[in-house]
C-alpha cells in the first residue's frame, strides 16, 4: 500500500489525465472541426533521466526514496524529487566507474550485497506475512479483547477537596458533614485545578492516579466520602466518589493502530516460529566458542523478583 501511494503521488499528474479521458465526452458540434493528433498515454513507469542514452525512470527513485530514514520518508516524495533524482544519476555514474574498475567482483561488495538481498527477501515475506493477517475477523476479534479489558476496570467518579494543612483539611470534612455542599467547599478552598468544576476528576480507573489517593478513593461506595484527610506529595485530600460503573471501550477508531500493532506483533512470531520448525539451529558466543548453558534453579531457590513494586511507579496528580 505504501509503495503504491508513492507511485500515485509521482504519477499523479499521469492520473489526472487518465480520469480526464474517461469522462463523458461532451456533445459534438454540427460541423467539427478535423480532429486533433491525439496525446500518448501516459508511461506506467516514465522515463525520467537519460544519462548517456541509458534510461532511468521513476520506479527507481521511488524505490530509493524508500531506502531513506523514516524521519525523511515523512517529507512527500514530489517535494525531495530533484534531489533524489540528482542522486541517482550520481549513483549511476558511480556505478559505471565501478563496473570499469571491476569492483562488482569484489568479494566484500558481494558479501554485502547478499545480505541486503536476504533482509530485502524477509522484509518483502514479513509484509506479506502481517497483510494476510491483517483482515476484518482478526480486526474485530482484537477489539473484542480491548472491550472486554474495559469492562474488567470499574471506573470511579471521583472528587476532591485539595489543601495544604491537615487542620484545614479536617475542618473542611467537619463542616461537609455539618451539610456544607462539597462542590461548593471545593470551589471555595481547594488548590486543585478541579476547583473550578467543584472537584470534579472525572471517571478515573486504577492506575490513573497517585497510589495513596487510589486507595482511598477507590475503597469508598458511591456517595461516601474519606472521614480522615489523606495526604499526598500534593498536600491534603479530602475525597468523595459521586458514581461508580464498568469501564466504557475506548471507540474503535481510537485503537485501531494499537490493534493493527497486536496483530502485526503476533503475525511476525508465528511467521518466525513456522520458520524455526524442524530446523535445527546452534548458536556460539562472538569468538565463536560454544555457549555454556546455565543450569536452571529449583523452584524453591528461584532468587527474587528485582523488578520495582508497580505501585511506588509515579503517577500524574489527580
Request: glycine share 6%.
Amino acid at each position: 500500500m505504501f509503495r503504491t501511494t508513492l507511485l500515485a503521488t509521482v504519477f499523479v499528474m499521469g492520473g489526472a489525465v487518465g480520469a480526464f479521458a474517461q469522462a463523458p465526452a461532451p456533445a459534438a458540434p454540427a460541423n467539427p472541426a478535423p480532429a486533433a493528433p491525439a496525446e500518448p498515454a501516459p508511461a506506467a513507469d516514465p522515463v525520467v533521466a537519460l544519462v548517456d542514452g541509458e534510461e532511468i525512470r521513476a520506479s527507481e527513485i521511488v524505490l530509493f526514496f524508500q531506502t531513506l530514514n523514516p524521519e525523511l520518508q515523512q517529507i512527500p516524495i514530489v517535494a525531495l524529487w530533484d534531489q533524489l533524482l540528482g542522486a541517482g544519476i550520481d549513483r549511476m555514474l558511480a556505478a559505471r566507474r565501478g563496473q570499469a574498475q571491476g569492483m562488482f567482483g569484489n568479494p566484500e561488495i558481494m558479501e554485502k550485497t547478499r545480505i541486503f538481498l536476504d533482509q530485502l527477501v524477509e522484509d518483502a515475506l514479513l509484509r506479506e506475512a502481517v497483510a494476510a493477517a491483517m483482515t476484518d475477523e482478526a480486526m474485530a476479534l482484537e477489539y473484542a479483547k480491548v472491550v472486554e479489558e474495559s469492562a474488567a476496570l470499574e471506573e470511579v467518579r471521583i472528587s476532591h477537596i485539595l489543601v495544604e494543612a491537615q487542620e484545614e483539611a479536617f475542618d473542611i470534612i467537619g463542616l461537609i458533614q455539618e451539610g456544607a455542599d462539597f462542590a461548593q467547599m471545593a470551589r471555595e478552598r481547594s488548590l486543585g485545578p478541579s476547583n473550578v468544576d467543584g472537584g470534579d476528576l472525572d471517571y478515573l480507573v486504577p492506575g490513573q492516579t497517585i497510589p495513596d489517593f487510589e486507595v482511598a478513593a477507590f475503597a469508598l461506595g458511591i456517595g461516601q466520602m474519606t472521614p480522615e484527610p489523606i495526604q499526598t506529595e500534593f498536600g491534603w485530600h479530602v475525597i468523595l466518589v459521586t458514581d461508580r460503573r464498568p469501564g466504557s471501550a475506548p471507540p474503535f477508531e481510537e485503537v485501531v493502530s494499537y490493534i493493527e500493532d497486536q496483530i502485526s506483533r503476533v503475525a511476525i512470531d508465528e511467521f518466525y516460529a513456522g520458520l524455526k520448525e524442524g530446523v535445527v539451529i546452534e548458536r556460539f558466543n562472538m569468538d565463536g566458542t560454544p555457549i555454556v548453558e546455565v543450569e536452571a534453579l529449583p523452584a524453591d531457590d528461584v532468587v527474587p523478583s528485582l523488578a520495582p513494586d508497580p505501585a511506588l511507579a509515579p503517577a500524574p496528580a489527580p
